[in-house]
């Protein structure tokens, strides 16, 4: 079985300020991890993957996460916000045997004030 | 087509009756997923499709709900008797699947916002 918990459903950061969203996985077979980004009234957009190659992964908008097996972990980093990364971010998890299917954590909301 | 199409856009249906909702997911994507995502909350799993046939729909809420794919492109969420908190945005998603097996990442659709009065 596989979860993802999302810890802060709502993060406030000035703008230039680091963003850290955070993501915790539990999943019994080795797993493929996303960061996905909802827009106001858009869909998804991929932001970065970790498919078992690269622990650190670097994705679109200067967003990175790194993969941290021991921790069970795979927080999303920028070093600094713009205004426009304000939007609600959705960690998932899927595994990397022959089934696919993609959970999602309950999503964390950024906020970027001047 | 060049993404995950879903139709239509918004809808807005009497408490009773029933819907359907269509997915066009990107040609040759072999995976196809439906969400609901409802206001404050994240994304709720529905059911998921391999080809035609879908071995998961443990997501599906009640028996009101049920899905279908046929060859292997286009799927169909239906819901019957809809009711008031069936209020929702209905996400479709598509994606390869490796050679191994393994999954690649998943396409949306810019979803289905269902409006039940």
């Known amino acids: 079985a596989q979860s993802v918990t999302q810890l802060g459903s709502h993060v406030s950061v000035s703008e230039g300020a680091l963003v850290l969203l955070r993501c915790n996985y539990s999943s019994s077979v080795p797993p493929y991890l996303f960061w996905y980004v909802q827009y106001p009234n858009q869909g998804l957009q991929l932001l970065l993957k970790?498919?078992?190659?690269?622990?650190l992964v670097k994705g679109i908008n200067g967003f990175e996460a790194e993969f941290k097996k021991s921790e069970t972990s795979f927080h999303l980093t920028k070093p600094s916000a713009h205004m426009s990364d304000a939007a609600e971010y959705f960690c998932?998890?899927?595994?990397?045997?022959?089934?696919?299917?993609?959970?999602f954590g309950a999503g964390t909301r950024l906020a970027v004030h001047p | 087509g060049a993404g995950v199409s879903q139709s239509p856009s918004n809808k807005v249906t009497e408490k009773g009756k029933d819907v359907e909702l269509r997915c066009d997911p990107i040609?040759?994507?072999?995976?196809l997923y439906w969400y609901r995502q409802s206001l404050g909350q994240g994304l709720e799993f529905l059911i998921y499709f391999q080809g035609n046939s879908a071995p998961d729909k443990s997501g599906l809420p009640s028996d009101r709900f049920s899905a279908e794919r046929t060859g292997g492109s286009v799927s169909t969420l239906t819901i019957q008797r809809t009711q008031q908190e069936d209020s929702a945005v209905y996400l479709c998603?598509?994606?390869?699947?490796?050679?191994?097996?393994?999954?690649?990442?998943?396409?949306f659709g810019q979803g289905t916002r269902l409006t039940v009065v």
């Open positions: 998932a998890v899927s595994g990397a045997g022959g089934y696919n299917k993609l959970i």
């Open positions: 970790y498919t078992s190659a690269a622990t």
């Open positions: 998603a598509s994606s390869l699947v490796g050679l191994k097996g393994q999954g690649t990442e998943a396409f």
């Open positions: 040609s040759g994507h072999t995976a």
